[in-house]
């Protein structure tokens, strides 16, 4: 049997996209290989967020090539973000390429593979109706009790330091009779939580042809009457989009977990004007506000980027207030990285590497302090943590997250996919331990 390996690099719709990848691969007759090193089909599905992201991927498709140059019988496609955007160089690029495919324009993999490259084009792109959902392919789930649920692709939003729009196209809604008959499936299948996957999951619907429009607060909705789903997440929902009813439907759906990723991008109004967010800092901090009093011991995570063109010591200063006046109990933070073909990549007045090394220094340490503290609150109270498997250091422990998602490490006789009461006892920034509760 012949035997594929998957990579994937970036954001949570790429770890969605590769899973279909792989269920793919197995349907065209394939099995899994353990490492890149023992494939015969070499698959990297790549990212192009950061200049970070590419710089790794150099590095593997030099392995890849070091390994085709050993065994020319190797074939090695490359997927995803890095691949669209570099569409026109990218054969010239990487001759070591064999297929190379569009987030779009995953099926087009099995078809190239299935006519063995019988005079099949050695590349399938783009960004417009052409596309299809991942979802519509057979998937392979890493957990089987979790899974990615994809709502939309691509984004109609313009955030001056993004490539989303470029490599991902408009955004275009799949019908939500689709998304809640493969909940249904799901469940039946024993899947016990979702997290619902869109560029801007909380636009959802508004593309969609006025007879089947239904918006995200009735999708929410619409997901959680499905039986046996017990947890429903989302990612990202834009701060923009943030509507009352998608609130209301928050607190009033019982699966939807008590966890928002809102991402903020800067605390300075005058840099969220240059980069397009469409929001302030007041209407953030409004939001927040509105969301903590309408869902009781709501958690809310974010996004921060240091170093936007033309950031001063003063825009700075109003990231790091934010951090304080927003309490997030948790942030992924970034350096700003300039993208091709975006508007802040020209923009005057770049900010120099070692500035943004001292500010996302001095911004991790807050972030950390702040969600350590908010993390101790925990303790002595008792969470429900879905039990994902062992824990990353102590193979005597298990590993899981509560519906807040802090991610929690647990003594207690429990197996992956169960549902445990644990009483927590420590916190760090990140993690909070504790031993399950049994009632007897
Ligand atoms: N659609 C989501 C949103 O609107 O927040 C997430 C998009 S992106 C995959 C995830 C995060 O990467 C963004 O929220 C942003 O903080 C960061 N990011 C995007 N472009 C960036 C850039 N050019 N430099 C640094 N960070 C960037
Ligand atoms: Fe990028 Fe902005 Fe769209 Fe998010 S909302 S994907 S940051 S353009």
Redesign the pocket.
């Known amino acids: 049997m012949r035997r594929y390996h998957v990579t994937t690099f970036?954001?949570q719709?790429n770890a969605h996209d590769s899973e279909r990848i792989k269920g793919m691969l197995e349907e065209l007759g394939l099995g899994e290989a353990p490492t890149l090193e023992e494939a015969d089909v070499m698959v990297i599905n790549t990212c192009t967020?950061?200049e970070k992201a590419e710089l790794r991927l150099a590095a593997h498709l030099g392995l890849a090539k070091a390994l085709k140059d050993a065994d020319p019988g190797r074939l090695l496609a490359v997927g995803g973000c890095f691949a669209e955007v570099q569409r026109g160089r990218l054969f010239e690029q990487f001759p070591q390429v064999d297929f190379a495919f569009g987030p779009g324009s995953i099926a087009g993999l099995g078809e190239w593979l299935a006519s063995e490259r019988n005079g099949a084009p050695s590349g399938r792109f783009g960004t417009g109706e052409e596309r299809r959902f991942a979802a519509e392919l057979p998937g392979r789930r890493e957990r089987p009790f979790q899974a990615w649920v994809q709502i939309s692709m691509g984004?109609n939003?313009v955030?001056s330091?993004?490539?989303?729009p470029t490599v991902r196209g408009k955004q275009m809604s799949r019908p939500a009779g689709e998304i809640v008959a493969e909940i249904g499936r799901l469940a039946k299948d024993g899947v016990r939580e979702i997290t619902l996957l869109?560029?801007?999951v909380n636009s959802y619907g508004r593309d969609l042809p006025a007879g089947e429009r239904l918006g995200f607060a009735e999708l929410l909705r619409a997901c959680d009457r499905v039986d046996a789903i017990e947890r429903i997440r989302f990612?990202?929902?834009?701060p923009k989009d943030f509507r009352s009813e998608v609130i209301t439907a928050m607190a009033e759906c019982e699966a939807v977990c008590e966890h928002a990723h809102l991402?903020a991008?800067s605390g300075s109004s005058r840099i969220l004007r240059a980069m397009r967010r469409t929001y302030d800092r007041e209407r953030f901090l409004a939001l927040v506000a509105e969301m903590r009093s309408s869902i009781p011991d709501l958690a809310i995570t974010t996004?921060?980027?240091v170093g936007?063109p033309g950031e001063t010591d003063e825009d700075f200063e109003q990231t790091l207030s934010l951090v304080e006046e927003a309490q997030f109990d948790g942030a992924?933070t970034?350096?700003?990285?300039?993208?091709y073909e975006?508007e802040?990549?020209s923009l005057p007045d770049q900010v120099p590497e070692e500035l943004k090394r001292e500010r996302i220094e001095r911004l991790i340490e807050l972030v950390q302090t702040t969600a350590n503290a908010r993390n101790e609150r925990r303790i002595g109270g008792i969470e429900q943590v879905l039990v994902e498997g062992p824990s990353r250091t102590d193979a005597a422990l298990m590993r899981g997250r509560t519906r807040r998602n802090t991610t929690v490490v647990l003594a207690g006789k429990v197996t992956p996919g169960a549902l445990a009461n644990v009483r927590i006892e420590a916190a760090t920034s990140t993690t909070l331990r504790g031993t399950q509760v049994v009632v007897t």
């Open positions: 970036g954001c719709m967020i950061r984004c939003s955030c330091y993004c490539i989303v869109g560029q801007n990612t990202s929902p834009h991402p991008q996004d921060l980027i936007f992924y970034f350096v700003y990285s300039p993208r975006t802040a990549a």
